[in-house]
């Protein structure tokens, strides 16, 4: 094996002198020489390096594998040079070694749930040259019951660590995303919110380790890493500080039976007066109630188009307790014993993503959806005072303008109304009602039908700045939006990124700008909505140090 792996070194070594002295080897050449140059095992080609050009048909199922938005995939969208899947670990330091040797730009994907893309296009006006590192094959997950703990590397979605979670203890839970194909990796970097976030927070709040690989290629653990840097991670978003490898989470307790159900409200059956309730008690009800509301337009039983208002919630306990806090909290809504439904937390995660009944957990093992894949365009707002009801009748006709709108209205309030803004990144805490997700999708790929989806959405945001959070107006990094704006290279800006990041991050975007650069003062991991760095650190006695 050691031989093997000498006499490889040393070909790659002739081809790379060969590459200066007689030819002018591509960027991809040059890559896969590096990366197994730098590499501590035999790399197979032809299941770990993809390009549009030695053969398209791979490249373009490896590229669209985990895309979830179609909209990102047009033939406009810049696509990579190199698609590299990292096999174990050591090959992504490997690929952050290599990218900067050769000045090409890396960007990583995980579960491929970015929601413009960028983890795997690129929206930059300018051509942007880049590899796409693919974290996919990096799924291990060890669970550890006695330590309440369980370490995921970053390729896992958030489906198989629940499963993996449930097939050891069915008392035993973690707080993080509804969507069972989110990468974890990337899914925890922006917050990743849940059901159970009312009862313990995000599943950023319960990451107790994590191992990064920084712009040098080093990989760093908690105690390595520092703790201003754990704590930039943990909500600061992707793609700015290094690529996650894994995160150590801690596990929550989770009752053996929980209860769900899903209670439709159309226009004519009191959508609005249910809605205008439910502002001023989902978050004040007991915090192991989670009552989300997905709005959509269905027809009406005249065959008139209207809004269908559906209250889904999860209740961290069993039927006869939650209908005595519904009666007492929230009886307009008209809860009954037939509506509810008990099961196990795992099934739980079935119901809640959507999945028809009969779907088994081990579903989740596969890591897909079940849902088809589309064009889409969201928007995201968070609410700190009641829409009153004149306004949430001019929502609805906004809403109905739309041939495919959907909102989803998340409940805050319990626990994270009681963890600080500061605590990590994500700053939308006490005070917050909820949070509002726009959505549109199509499935037509021409650009008239985005226009038209994509005007629409706008307008709705619009409408609605009039009743949300203001200065700033809040926003949900994990539902990325590049209408607020975007670097237009990698010599991004404190001022100009602040326009975003405020609304991300409200308060926490300067030290996030500090951490961001102090460990990577280059500026190695950028895209269109990353940090910017400083042109001067910040020393210990808070004076200025020119670069």
């Not at 519904?326 to 014993?337: D, I, V």
């Not at 626990?415 to 805490?429: D, Q, T």
Request: with cysteine; charged share 20%; aromatic share 10%.
């Amino acid at each position: 094996m050691a031989s093997s792996i000498s006499m490889n070194i040393l070909f790659s070594f002739i081809l790379l002198f060969s590459a200066s002295c007689v030819v002018s080897y591509t960027i991809q050449d040059q890559f896969y020489q590096c990366i197994t140059l730098h590499s501590d095992r035999s790399i197979p080609f032809s299941t770990a390096f993809f390009t549009p050009t030695s053969n398209a048909t791979s490249f373009n199922s490896v590229l669209k594998s985990t895309a979830q938005n179609l909209r990102c995939l047009t033939p406009s969208q810049q696509k990579p040079l190199l698609i590299f899947t990292a096999l174990i670990e050591s090959h992504v330091q490997a690929a952050v070694i290599c990218a900067k040797e050769l000045k090409v730009q890396l960007r990583v994907r995980s579960g491929g749930h970015d929601y413009e893309g960028i983890s795997y296009t690129s929206e930059m006006k300018r051509s942007v040259s880049f590899i796409l590192l693919d974290l996919a094959k990096l799924r291990a997950i060890k669970v550890d019951i006695e330590d309440n703990s369980a370490w995921v590397q970053a390729g896992a979605t958030i489906g198989e660590v629940y499963y993996r979670i449930a097939e050891k203890s069915q008392t035993h839970g973690y707080p993080a995303g509804l969507c069972t194909s989110l990468g974890i990796g990337g899914h925890i970097t922006g917050g990743a919110y849940g059901p159970m976030m009312r009862k313990y927070g995000l599943g950023a709040d319960n990451v107790v380790d994590a191992r990064i690989v920084d712009a040098s290629g080093r990989v760093l653990d908690r105690a390595l890493m520092g703790e201003d840097l754990f704590w930039a991670i943990r909500g600061g978003g992707g793609g700015s500080f290094g690529i996650i490898l894994a995160w150590k989470v801690r596990l929550v307790p989770v009752p053996s039976t929980v209860t769900v159900f899903t209670v439709p409200k159309t226009l004519e059956t009191g959508a609005t007066k249910v809605l205008n309730k439910w502002q001023h008690v989902a978050h004040k009800i007991d915090e192991d109630l989670f009552i989300r509301i997905l709005i959509t337009t269905v027809n009406s039983t005249k065959g008139k188009k209207t809004v269908q208002t559906a209250y889904q919630a999860l209740f961290l306990g069993k039927t006869d307790r939650l209908l005595d806090v519904m009666n007492h909290s929230f009886p307009e809504l008209g809860l009954t014993r037939k509506d509810c439904v008990e099961m196990s937390w795992i099934q739980s995660v079935i119901y809640i993503a959507g999945y028809p009944s009969n779907i088994k957990p081990e579903f989740l093992l596969q890591g897909k959806s079940l849902f088809p894949t589309v064009n889409f365009k969201a928007k995201s707002d968070f609410l700190r005072v009641p829409v009153p009801v004149t306004g949430l009748q001019g929502m609805w006709e906004k809403f109905l303008q739309d041939d495919s709108p959907m909102m989803i209205w998340n409940p805050y309030g319990g626990m994270m109304g009681k963890i600080s803004e500061s605590s990590i990144p994500f700053p939308h805490r006490k005070g917050v009602i909820c949070k509002i997700q726009y959505l549109t999708a199509w499935t037509d790929g021409d650009k008239k039908t985005a226009d038209k989806h994509i005007n629409w959405i706008r307008g709705l945001y619009e409408y609605m700045g009039t009743f949300v959070s203001k200065f700033p107006r809040e926003a949900y990094v994990n539902y990325r939006d590049l209408d607020l704006g975007m670097n237009k290279n990698a010599n991004s800006n404190f001022l100009e990124a602040s326009v975003w990041g405020k609304k991300y991050y409200k308060n926490n975007y300067d030290r996030l700008v500090l951490v961001k650069t102090e460990v990577d003062p280059d500026n190695f991991f950028w895209h269109e909505q990353s940090l910017p760095i400083l042109p001067f650190k910040v020393g210990q006695d808070g004076k200025s140090l020119i670069h």
